[in-house]
């Protein structure tokens, strides 16, 4: 079977259909499949593999928390798996979650199908809206938050409005001075989202002072590339990291963790020559 994501596709032997349901936004299903364990896709698109979901969960969430140090107050926008939750949850400083997902399909079959990623969502710090996104953005208190991630579907249909400068302005308004903003940019390496990497980027230039992009490898993700975007109203990721304050933040479930780590905090941001290009048209064209 062929599930394919923008202009490009992933084969998987499938074993099972574990999952097959609608909601009102889009077709949920889980699968079981050869090698990759089990599967979600949303309208036959791969969300995430229990072979390789702890890749983009923990940079979605550990470059952002181990930069601050200290983020009492987090908004998770989607993530209606619970990846990026567990992520954040392992860090003990992290006193409130909010978890904004408009379909609640998604929470209910991660709960059932996925339990090492559900089962985020019983944690007594976390509190679960079903409701969209962007009114909830809008209707949150200015400075709430320390640390906003934005964890979405692809740029279409209803998650459209979370890769606009609107949005954004928006979760700028609701971070506290020094906090942090971090969401996906897609593949850099797929000509149907080049334009979309560089476009997130300059986009939150116009809403903070301090934006990177940063990638990762996720092999069931189009082309294996992934990209994502770090913003700060004061911090920079690289200049202002400290590899010491992370390993200590880390320590009491640094084995727990497959892919991230210090040095490869600091290597994620360093960006290979056709992704600045992305990001900065003019780069390179001398």
């Not at 992290?94 to 090492?116: G, K, M, N, S, T």
């Not at 189009?222 to 690289?238: D, I, L």
């Not at 304050?245 to 991230?260: G, I, S």
């Amino acid at each position: 079977m062929q599930l394919c994501k923008g202009q490009t596709g992933v084969v998987v032997g499938i074993q099972d259909v574990l999952f097959s349901q609608r909601s009102a936004y889009q077709h949920v299903q889980v699968w079981e499949t050869d090698i990759l364990g089990r599967m979600m896709t949303l309208d036959g698109i791969i969300m995430f593999t229990e072979h390789d979901e702890f890749v983009y969960h923990e940079m979605l969430a550990h470059p952002a928390l181990c930069l601050l140090g200290h983020a009492p107050r987090v908004l998770i926008v989607g993530g209606g798996d619970g990846g990026a939750l567990r992520e954040v949850l392992r860090h003990a400083g992290v006193q409130a979650v909010d978890l904004v997902e408009i379909d609640e399909l998604v929470i209910q079959a991660a709960r059932r199908y996925f339990p090492a990623l559900g089962g985020s969502f019983d944690d007594p710090r976390v509190r679960i809206h079903v409701c969209d996104g962007i009114q909830f953005v809008r209707g949150a208190s200015v400075e709430m938050y320390d640390l906003v991630i934005v964890d979405s579907t692809d740029p279409h249909g209803f998650a459209e409005g979370l890769f606009a400068p609107p949005f954004y302005q928006a979760c700028a308004r609701l971070l506290k001075p020094g906090g942090v903003f971090v969401t996906l940019s897609e593949s850099p390496f797929d000509p149907a989202y080049h334009h979309l990497v560089g476009k997130v980027h300059r986009d939150l230039e116009t809403c903070f002072p301090v934006v990177e992009t940063y990638l990762a490898y996720i092999p069931t993700y189009q082309m294996g590339m992934w990209s994502f975007a770090f913003a700060s109203k004061r911090a920079h990721p690289v200049h202002d990291f400290d590899p010491a304050q992370a390993a200590r933040l880390l320590q009491p479930f640094a084995t727990q963790l497959r892919y991230y780590n210090p040095d490869v905090h600091r290597a994620a941001f360093a960006l290979p020559n056709f992704v600045l290009q992305l990001i900065d048209e003019s780069y390179l064209s001398t």
